[in-house]
T-cell receptor, first 113, second 112 residues
């Protein structure tokens, strides 16, 4: 299946600064890229997504960028708060053939007050 | 409200025993998935299904079987549980329009 690489695996930032997580994928047919946030002991929850017909999407403090040519996408959290501390997962899928979602290995984000 | 419900929420099993994890969705979704989560490995796809009475292998199917008797229900079966299958298991569902999956609350399985 698709391979999704996610970096960094651990990220520590000061409160109020920005945090960036980068993902890359191999299958050029992948065209949908959701991001999930997972708090300790809970399930992953969708926070933002982007489709291949867009290059940038923003929801409040969350910005997702997609570079189809480079097969890379990234999540940027601006003005981080302690409540942003969590695990973050990127994923990739395609809408042709079987609809499977392939996940990166996750980034543990800690926002230091 | 859309929901994916897993049972049990936690389980302790003995090596060599049979374990069945159940998942129920009320979202009218075609696709259902079983993922395994281990520290350092993220979420790995075990089995999935896009229609009732049919299941497909994911990336790590060895040691697991799946069953989809209806659109709403999807089970993961460990016929002979092993220590290496200790993990958190998540069920998820999605529609057939390539929308992000909705995850259940997870099942924490410990095999001793």
């Amino acid at each position: 299946g698709e391979q999704v690489e996610q970096l960094p695996s651990i990220l520590r930032v000061q409160e109020g600064s920005s945090a960036s997580i980068n993902c890359s994928y191999e299958d050029s047919a992948s065209n949908y890229f959701p991001w999930y946030k997972q708090e300790p002991g809970e399930n992953p929850k969708l926070i933002i997504d982007i489709r291949s017909n867009m290059e940038r999407k923003q929801i409040q403090e969350l910005i997702v960028l997609l570079d189809k040519k480079a097969k890379r996408f990234s999540l940027h959290i601006t003005d981080t708060q302690p409540g942003d501390s969590a695990m973050y997962f990127c994923a990739a899928s395609r809408d042709t053939g079987y609809q499977n979602f392939y996940f990166g290995k996750g980034t543990s984000l800690t926002v230091i007050p | 409200e859309a929901a994916v419900t897993q049972s049990p929420r936690s389980k302790v099993a003995v090596t060599g025993g049979k374990v069945t994890l159940s998942c129920h969705q009320t979202n009218n979704h075609d696709y259902m998935y079983w993922y395994r989560q281990d520290t350092g490995h993220g979420l790995r796809l075990i089995h999935y299904s896009y229609v009732a009475d049919s299941t497909e292998k994911g990336d790590i199917p060895d040691g697991y079987k799946a069953s989809r008797p209806s659109q709403e229900n999807f089970s993961l079966i460990l016929e002979l549980a092993s220590l290496s299958q200790t993990a958190v298991y998540f069920c998820a569902s999605s529609d057939n329009n390539n929308q992000a999956p909705l995850f259940g609350e997870g099942t924490r399985l410990s095999v001793l």
